[in-house]
Protein backbone atom coordinates (compact mmCIF):
# COMPACT_ATOMS: atom_id res chain seq x y z
CA UNK A 1 0.00 0.00 0.00
CA UNK A 2 0.99 3.38 -0.97
CA UNK A 3 1.56 6.28 1.08
CA UNK A 4 -2.10 7.85 0.89
CA UNK A 5 -1.13 11.89 -0.67
CA UNK A 6 -2.84 14.86 -1.47
CA UNK A 7 -1.78 16.72 -4.28
CA UNK A 8 -2.64 19.94 -5.02
CA UNK A 9 -2.40 22.85 -7.74
CA UNK A 10 -3.13 26.48 -6.31
CA UNK A 11 -2.85 29.30 -8.88
CA UNK A 12 -2.37 32.74 -7.93
CA UNK A 13 -2.47 36.19 -9.83
CA UNK A 14 0.19 38.17 -10.38
CA UNK A 15 -0.93 40.08 -7.41
CA UNK A 16 -0.34 36.89 -5.06
CA UNK A 17 -4.17 36.58 -4.80
CA UNK A 18 -4.23 33.19 -3.87
CA UNK A 19 -7.32 30.94 -6.03
CA UNK A 20 -7.66 27.39 -4.53
CA UNK A 21 -7.68 24.56 -7.37
CA UNK A 22 -7.32 21.45 -5.00
CA UNK A 23 -7.29 18.31 -6.01
CA UNK A 24 -6.96 15.34 -3.92
CA UNK A 25 -5.12 12.03 -5.32
CA UNK A 26 -4.72 8.89 -3.14
CA UNK A 27 -2.61 7.01 -4.31
CA UNK A 28 -2.55 2.54 -4.08
CA UNK A 29 -1.67 -0.32 -5.41
CA UNK A 30 -2.20 -3.77 -3.99
CA UNK A 31 0.50 -6.48 -3.88
CA UNK A 32 3.20 -3.81 -4.40
CA UNK A 33 5.23 -2.70 -1.72
CA UNK A 34 5.04 0.83 -0.16
CA UNK A 35 6.53 3.31 -2.71
CA UNK A 36 6.20 7.15 -2.61
CA UNK A 37 3.69 9.57 -4.38
CA UNK A 38 5.23 11.44 -6.90
CA UNK A 39 4.57 15.38 -7.91
CA UNK A 40 6.26 15.88 -11.55
CA UNK A 41 6.29 18.61 -14.26
CA UNK A 42 9.14 18.79 -16.42
CA UNK A 43 12.59 19.26 -14.78
CA UNK A 44 11.02 19.15 -11.43
CA UNK A 45 9.30 16.09 -9.95
CA UNK A 46 9.63 15.15 -5.79
CA UNK A 47 7.71 12.46 -4.19
CA UNK A 48 6.93 12.38 -0.03
CA UNK A 49 6.12 9.62 2.46
CA UNK A 50 5.74 8.56 5.84
CA UNK A 51 9.33 7.68 7.51
CA UNK A 52 9.86 4.37 8.71
CA UNK A 53 10.13 4.93 13.06
CA UNK A 54 8.03 3.11 15.79
CA UNK A 55 5.30 3.69 14.16
CA UNK A 56 5.46 1.72 11.70
CA UNK A 57 6.85 0.99 8.02
CA UNK A 58 5.48 1.69 4.62
CA UNK A 59 2.39 3.34 6.50
CA UNK A 60 -0.72 4.82 4.41
CA UNK A 61 -0.74 8.09 6.10
CA UNK A 62 0.16 9.36 9.39
CA UNK A 63 -2.25 8.41 12.83
CA UNK A 64 -2.40 9.52 16.08
CA UNK A 65 -4.26 8.90 19.57
CA UNK A 66 -2.96 11.94 21.67
CA UNK A 67 -4.78 13.19 24.58
CA UNK A 68 -4.84 16.90 25.73
CA UNK A 69 -2.07 18.00 26.31
CA UNK A 70 0.07 15.45 25.01
CA UNK A 71 2.45 15.12 22.17
CA UNK A 72 3.87 12.98 19.64
CA UNK A 73 6.85 13.11 16.63
CA UNK A 74 7.33 11.95 13.43
CA UNK A 75 8.76 12.42 10.23
CA UNK A 76 8.42 12.86 6.67
CA UNK A 77 10.43 11.92 3.91
CA UNK A 78 11.17 13.77 0.63
CA UNK A 79 13.16 12.73 -2.54
CA UNK A 80 13.83 14.63 -5.20
CA UNK A 81 13.70 12.84 -8.89
CA UNK A 82 14.74 15.89 -10.74
CA UNK A 83 17.92 16.86 -12.25
CA UNK A 84 18.81 20.07 -10.13
CA UNK A 85 18.57 21.00 -6.47
CA UNK A 86 15.36 21.86 -4.88
CA UNK A 87 13.69 23.53 -2.00
CA UNK A 88 10.47 23.18 -0.68
CA UNK A 89 8.60 25.25 2.11
CA UNK A 90 6.72 22.81 4.60
CA UNK A 91 3.51 23.40 6.33
CA UNK A 92 0.69 21.35 8.31
CA UNK A 93 -3.21 22.77 7.51
CA UNK A 94 -6.38 21.73 8.60
CA UNK A 95 -8.49 19.28 6.22
CA UNK A 96 -12.32 19.50 5.08
CA UNK A 97 -14.56 17.42 2.46
CA UNK A 98 -14.91 19.14 -0.74
CA UNK A 99 -18.43 19.23 -2.67
CA UNK A 100 -16.88 16.48 -4.57
CA UNK A 101 -16.99 14.36 -1.26
CA UNK A 102 -12.92 14.30 -1.13
CA UNK A 103 -10.26 15.31 1.21
CA UNK A 104 -9.07 18.93 0.45
CA UNK A 105 -6.65 20.53 2.49
CA UNK A 106 -6.56 24.44 3.27
CA UNK A 107 -4.53 26.66 1.15
CA UNK A 108 -1.54 28.65 3.24
CA UNK A 109 -3.56 31.42 3.45
CA UNK A 110 -6.24 30.08 4.82
CA UNK A 111 -5.93 30.32 9.01
CA UNK A 112 -6.01 26.65 10.44
CA UNK A 113 -6.96 26.21 14.15
CA UNK A 114 -6.81 22.06 14.70
CA UNK A 115 -4.35 20.37 12.75
CA UNK A 116 -2.58 22.56 11.00
CA UNK A 117 -2.38 24.82 14.07
CA UNK A 118 -0.72 22.08 15.90
CA UNK A 119 1.70 20.68 13.76
CA UNK A 120 4.81 21.59 13.47
CA UNK A 121 7.71 20.75 10.98
CA UNK A 122 11.25 21.26 12.65
CA UNK A 123 12.02 23.92 9.39
CA UNK A 124 9.54 25.68 7.46
CA UNK A 125 11.91 25.00 4.11
CA UNK A 126 14.32 22.01 3.26
CA UNK A 127 16.56 21.69 0.79
CA UNK A 128 17.41 18.10 -1.21
CA UNK A 129 19.84 17.72 -3.83
CA UNK A 130 19.09 15.45 -7.20
CA UNK A 131 18.92 12.25 -5.95
CA UNK A 132 18.85 12.67 -2.42
CA UNK A 133 16.69 12.37 0.15
CA UNK A 134 15.64 14.27 3.05
CA UNK A 135 13.73 13.57 6.30
CA UNK A 136 11.41 16.55 7.93
CA UNK A 137 10.80 16.00 11.46
CA UNK A 138 7.21 17.29 12.57
CA UNK A 139 5.79 17.44 16.51
CA UNK A 140 2.25 17.31 17.24
CA UNK A 141 1.61 19.15 20.26
CA UNK A 142 -2.29 19.07 21.33
CA UNK A 143 -3.38 21.59 23.69
CA UNK A 144 -4.75 21.26 26.88
CA UNK A 145 -8.22 22.31 26.40
CA UNK A 146 -8.35 20.56 22.95
CA UNK A 147 -11.79 18.69 22.57
CA UNK A 148 -12.22 14.96 22.45
CA UNK A 149 -12.71 13.38 19.02
CA UNK A 150 -11.52 13.52 15.58
CA UNK A 151 -9.26 16.28 13.18
CA UNK A 152 -8.04 15.76 10.03
CA UNK A 153 -5.45 17.58 8.18
CA UNK A 154 -2.09 16.99 6.42
CA UNK A 155 1.51 18.11 6.41
CA UNK A 156 2.37 19.30 2.97
CA UNK A 157 5.53 20.45 0.66
CA UNK A 158 5.42 23.32 -1.74
CA UNK A 159 6.70 24.78 -5.17
CA UNK A 160 6.02 28.00 -6.51
CA UNK A 161 6.76 28.49 -10.02
CA UNK A 162 6.17 31.58 -12.05
CA UNK A 163 4.44 30.89 -15.33
CA UNK A 164 5.86 33.77 -17.24
CA UNK A 165 3.22 33.26 -20.23
CA UNK A 166 0.05 33.11 -17.88
CA UNK A 167 1.27 35.96 -15.68
CA UNK A 168 0.93 33.89 -12.59
CA UNK A 169 2.54 31.61 -9.70
CA UNK A 170 1.90 28.15 -9.53
CA UNK A 171 1.55 26.14 -5.97
CA UNK A 172 2.62 22.72 -6.79
CA UNK A 173 1.45 20.95 -3.37
CA UNK A 174 2.38 17.20 -2.13
CA UNK A 175 1.74 16.30 1.00
CA UNK A 176 0.08 13.11 3.45
CA UNK A 177 -2.94 13.02 5.26
CA UNK A 178 -2.88 12.81 9.07
CA UNK A 179 -5.47 11.72 11.33
CA UNK A 180 -5.76 12.64 15.19
CA UNK A 181 -8.17 11.34 17.56
CA UNK A 182 -8.00 13.56 20.75
CA UNK A 183 -8.33 11.84 24.05
CA UNK A 184 -11.75 11.96 26.12
CA UNK A 185 -15.13 11.01 25.73
CA UNK A 186 -15.84 9.97 22.23
CA UNK A 187 -19.92 10.73 20.49
CA UNK A 188 -19.90 10.13 17.36
CA UNK A 189 -22.97 10.80 16.38
CA UNK A 190 -25.33 12.09 12.70
CA UNK A 191 -28.40 13.64 12.35
CA UNK A 192 -30.79 13.39 9.18
CA UNK A 193 -32.16 17.10 8.40
CA UNK A 194 -34.07 19.29 6.22
CA UNK A 195 -36.13 16.12 5.01
CA UNK A 196 -38.41 16.92 2.14
CA UNK A 197 -40.61 14.73 -0.76
CA UNK A 198 -41.65 15.72 -3.86
CA UNK A 199 -43.81 13.71 -6.06
CA UNK A 200 -43.86 13.87 -10.18
CA UNK A 201 -46.73 12.24 -11.81
CA UNK A 202 -47.27 11.09 -15.39
CA UNK A 203 -49.88 12.24 -17.33
CA UNK A 204 -51.81 8.94 -17.01
CA UNK A 205 -53.61 9.24 -13.93
CA UNK A 206 -53.77 5.42 -13.28
CA UNK A 207 -50.01 5.29 -13.91
CA UNK A 208 -46.87 5.44 -11.48
CA UNK A 209 -44.74 8.47 -10.75
CA UNK A 210 -41.23 9.07 -9.25
CA UNK A 211 -40.21 10.81 -6.35
CA UNK A 212 -37.38 12.68 -4.69
CA UNK A 213 -36.39 12.73 -1.40
CA UNK A 214 -33.50 15.15 -0.26
CA UNK A 215 -31.91 15.81 2.91
CA UNK A 216 -28.64 16.32 4.65
CA UNK A 217 -26.32 14.27 6.53
CA UNK A 218 -24.88 15.96 9.38
CA UNK A 219 -22.19 15.12 11.45
CA UNK A 220 -23.02 16.51 15.21
CA UNK A 221 -20.68 14.73 17.13
CA UNK A 222 -17.20 14.46 17.65
CA UNK A 223 -16.12 11.79 15.56
CA UNK A 224 -15.33 11.26 11.82
CA UNK A 225 -18.05 8.99 10.54
CA UNK A 226 -19.41 7.78 7.25
CA UNK A 227 -22.48 6.26 6.94
CA UNK A 228 -25.18 3.51 5.08
CA UNK A 229 -28.25 5.14 3.42
CA UNK A 230 -31.56 3.32 2.47
CA UNK A 231 -34.77 5.61 1.55
CA UNK A 232 -38.22 3.82 1.63
CA UNK A 233 -41.40 5.81 0.50
CA UNK A 234 -45.41 4.71 0.93
CA UNK A 235 -48.59 5.52 0.82
CA UNK A 236 -51.56 5.81 3.78
CA UNK A 237 -51.06 3.51 6.82
CA UNK A 238 -47.29 2.13 5.40
CA UNK A 239 -49.12 0.64 1.81
CA UNK A 240 -47.61 0.66 -1.44
CA UNK A 241 -44.06 0.82 -0.21
CA UNK A 242 -41.05 1.39 -2.68
CA UNK A 243 -37.45 1.01 -1.53
CA UNK A 244 -35.06 3.48 -3.62
CA UNK A 245 -32.15 1.67 -5.18
CA UNK A 246 -28.09 2.08 -4.21
CA UNK A 247 -28.14 5.11 -1.99
CA UNK A 248 -25.06 5.90 -2.41
CA UNK A 249 -22.95 6.20 1.05
CA UNK A 250 -22.35 9.95 2.09
CA UNK A 251 -18.13 10.77 2.29
CA UNK A 252 -16.35 10.34 5.88
CA UNK A 253 -17.36 13.63 7.46
CA UNK A 254 -15.24 15.41 10.17
CA UNK A 255 -17.23 16.53 13.05
CA UNK A 256 -19.44 19.69 12.48
CA UNK A 257 -19.47 18.56 8.47
CA UNK A 258 -22.93 18.08 6.41
CA UNK A 259 -23.54 16.65 3.37
CA UNK A 260 -26.99 17.21 0.71
CA UNK A 261 -28.62 14.02 -0.22
CA UNK A 262 -30.81 13.76 -3.21
CA UNK A 263 -32.52 10.21 -3.72
CA UNK A 264 -34.67 9.66 -7.08
CA UNK A 265 -37.62 7.05 -5.91
CA UNK A 266 -39.20 5.38 -9.19
CA UNK A 267 -42.48 3.37 -9.26
CA UNK A 268 -44.26 5.13 -6.82
CA UNK A 269 -48.34 5.23 -6.94
CA UNK A 270 -50.23 8.52 -6.52
CA UNK A 271 -51.34 7.71 -2.88
CA UNK A 272 -52.73 11.41 -2.42
CA UNK A 273 -50.36 11.48 0.98
CA UNK A 274 -46.67 10.36 0.61
CA UNK A 275 -44.23 9.19 3.71
CA UNK A 276 -40.76 9.59 2.72
CA UNK A 277 -38.30 7.69 5.55
CA UNK A 278 -34.80 8.31 5.13
CA UNK A 279 -32.41 6.04 7.27
CA UNK A 280 -28.33 6.54 8.06
CA UNK A 281 -26.50 3.83 9.65
CA UNK A 282 -23.46 5.38 10.84
CA UNK A 283 -19.95 3.67 10.54
CA UNK A 284 -17.38 4.22 12.70
CA UNK A 285 -13.67 3.71 11.46
CA UNK A 286 -11.45 2.86 14.72
CA UNK A 287 -7.03 3.60 14.34
CA UNK A 288 -6.79 -0.65 12.96
CA UNK A 289 -9.09 0.67 10.54
CA UNK A 290 -11.70 -1.72 12.07
CA UNK A 291 -15.51 -0.65 11.18
CA UNK A 292 -18.09 -0.46 13.66
CA UNK A 293 -21.87 0.24 12.50
CA UNK A 294 -23.49 2.34 15.54
CA UNK A 295 -27.43 2.95 15.90
CA UNK A 296 -29.08 4.21 12.70
CA UNK A 297 -30.60 7.54 12.70
CA UNK A 298 -34.44 7.46 11.18
CA UNK A 299 -36.75 10.49 9.94
CA UNK A 300 -39.86 10.40 8.47
CA UNK A 301 -41.66 13.23 6.40
CA UNK A 302 -45.05 13.48 4.80
CA UNK A 303 -46.13 14.93 1.22
CA UNK A 304 -48.81 14.75 -0.96
CA UNK A 305 -48.85 12.74 -4.29
CA UNK A 306 -51.58 13.44 -6.16
CA UNK A 307 -53.25 12.45 -9.58
CA UNK A 308 -53.13 15.89 -11.39
CA UNK A 309 -54.63 14.78 -14.24
CA UNK A 310 -57.28 12.94 -12.47
CA UNK A 311 -57.90 16.18 -10.25
CA UNK A 312 -58.47 18.43 -13.51
CA UNK A 313 -61.10 15.83 -14.54
CA UNK A 314 -62.75 16.28 -11.00
CA UNK A 315 -62.50 19.54 -11.00
CA UNK A 316 -63.87 20.21 -14.13
CA UNK A 317 -66.68 17.55 -13.72
CA UNK A 318 -67.58 18.88 -10.39
CA UNK A 319 -67.85 22.34 -12.26
CA UNK A 320 -69.87 21.30 -14.85
CA UNK A 321 -72.48 19.86 -11.93
CA UNK A 322 -72.02 23.17 -10.16
CA UNK A 323 -72.91 25.05 -12.97
CA UNK A 324 -75.87 23.00 -13.62
CA UNK A 325 -77.37 23.50 -10.39
CA UNK A 326 -76.86 27.03 -10.70
CA UNK A 327 -78.90 27.27 -13.77
CA UNK A 328 -81.07 24.91 -12.85
CA UNK A 329 -81.53 27.18 -9.53
CA UNK A 330 -81.90 30.49 -11.12
CA UNK A 331 -84.79 29.01 -13.94
CA UNK A 332 -86.45 28.19 -11.01
CA UNK A 333 -86.15 31.19 -9.37
CA UNK A 334 -87.27 33.05 -12.20
CA UNK A 335 -90.14 31.11 -12.83
CA UNK A 336 -91.53 31.21 -9.68
CA UNK A 337 -91.14 34.92 -9.75
CA UNK A 338 -93.43 34.95 -13.50
CA UNK A 339 -95.88 33.28 -11.57
CA UNK A 340 -95.90 35.24 -8.22
CA UNK A 341 -96.05 38.52 -10.50
CA UNK A 342 -99.27 37.04 -12.36
CA UNK A 343 -101.19 35.92 -9.05
CA UNK A 344 -100.65 39.27 -7.84
CA UNK A 345 -101.59 40.63 -11.12
CA UNK A 346 -104.90 38.45 -10.61
CA UNK A 347 -105.83 39.10 -7.00
CA UNK A 348 -105.60 42.91 -7.94
CA UNK A 349 -107.93 42.44 -10.27
CA UNK A 350 -110.09 40.56 -8.29
CA UNK A 351 -110.05 43.68 -5.36
CA UNK A 352 -110.73 46.28 -8.19
CA UNK A 353 -114.06 44.51 -8.67
CA UNK A 354 -115.27 45.04 -12.78
CA UNK A 355 -115.06 47.70 -14.79
CA UNK A 356 -117.85 49.98 -14.96
CA UNK A 357 -119.58 49.44 -18.28
CA UNK A 358 -119.65 53.22 -20.82
CA UNK A 359 -122.85 53.58 -22.72
Known sequence: MQPSVTRWKTTTAARLRTTALSLLAVVAAVGVGAGPALAADGNVAWTVRTASNGYGEARSSYSYNVNPGGAVEDAMVVANRGPAPLTLSVYAADGFTTDAGQLDLLTRDKKSIAIGAWVKPNAGSVVIQPGKTAQVPFKVSVPGNATP???????LTTLTQADQAEGINVDRRLGIRIKLRVGGELKPNLAI?????????????????????TYKVHNVGNAALSGKQAVTVSGPFGLLRVRAEDVAAPPELLPGESWDVRVPVHGVAPAISLAATATVTPLLTDASGSTTSLKPIQVTAHGWALPWTLVLVLVVLIAVLVGAYLYRRRNRAQSKAREDARVRDAVEQALRGPEPQTS
Not at 149 to 155: A, E, K
Not at 193 to 211: I, M, Q
Open 149 to 155: GDYVGGI
Open 193 to 213: ENLHVTYTGPTNPFSKGGATI
